[in-house]
């Protein structure tokens, strides 16, 4: 335990102190904010402009859809691929990681 209780020493501690406590103030005004923002974004607000966040999720999972979607329709194209062209094209094609195996 340190009993060094000179001036300077306390005030040394003081400022190291006064030092954590401002960071841990900062870093909560930060995180209030933060959290204004998301409880802005979660519940109705008549002053906020753009789309709900109903709107937004909405358009995420039709974009995800669209996605999974082509993706299914490339695969399909690609299986297809590797029917109807020649053999010789469809190994080339296999080595170079093109083509489904």
Known sequence: MDTNHT?????D??????EIL???????????????ALVGLLTPNGE??????????????A????II???????ADLDRLGKILPEAVVDALEERRVLPS
């Open 7 to 11: 001036p300077a020493a306390v005030e």
């Open 13 to 18: 501690d003081h400022g190291t102190t006064h």
């Open 22 to 36: 401002a960071a841990i103030l900062d870093q909560g005004r930060q995180t209030l904010e933060l959290v204004k």
């Open 48 to 61: 906020r402009e753009g789309p709900s966040l109903e709107e937004l999720l909405a358009k995420i999972m």
């Open 63 to 66: 974009q995800q859809a669209q």
């Open 69 to 75: 979607t082509i993706g299914k329709l490339t695969q």
